[in-house]
């Protein structure tokens, strides 16, 4: 299909525990392990230690040592700009009222089960109401946080962007002048 001007649209992806997409999607399915082929997936055996491991697989230079080369960043490219958030940010369970170019955001995030979340804030400014966070609050008024929106009164939503989760060389390398969330 190279060639052909596809281009495919770029996805929000979320990375969380079974135990918090089960409470939120009861109704999800999960592929099971006995595929019929001769792969093993049991947790940890496609790369061993990896990523408990603070070495890489391979050799990569980090032009930019703010972070240590594993550590991990919830990274958003939108408007023709980037910025990386450390996950270490989320500690605690966070909401974080910011700004990606011209666009102003709202980053929802828990360091403990890394899931990280975007959405457009239209300039709104939203704080934490409870360790959940499947909730949020702005002027007084619950905004429910969900996989395609933030869920406001009246139904008004405000649509989630697309981040996800790679590790600081990665990003670093690849966009090295990229925006970076600093308290």
Do not use: C
């Amino acid at each position: 299909m190279v060639g052909n001007g596809i281009e495919l649209n770029i996805m929000a992806v979320v990375t969380t525990t079974w135990g918090q997409w089960r409470a939120q999607h009861p109704d999800s399915k999960v592929l099971a392990p006995d595929t019929g082929f001769a792969r093993d997936y049991t947790p940890n055996s496609a790369y061993g230690d990896y990523f408990s491991s603070p070495n890489l697989i391979f050799p990569a230079l980090t032009p930019d040592e703010r972070l240590d080369q594993k550590d991990q960043v919830f990274g958003l490219r939108i408007s023709g700009a980037e910025k990386a958030w450390p996950l270490t940010s989320f500690t605690g369970g966070r909401v974080i009222n910011d700004r990606i170019g011209t666009v102003n955001l709202v980053v929802v995030g828990d360091a403990a089960s890394r899931s990280v979340r975007a959405y457009r804030s239209g300039g709104r400014q939203f704080e934490k109401l409870n360790d959940d966070l499947k909730l949020i609050a702005h002027n007084g008024q619950s905004w429910k946080v969900s996989e395609s929106d933030l869920i406001g009164p009246d139904s008004e939503t405000l649509s989630r962007l697309p981040g996800h989760l790679p590790y600081w060389f990665a990003w670093s390398n690849y966009l090295e002048k990229a925006d970076f969330f600093t308290e």
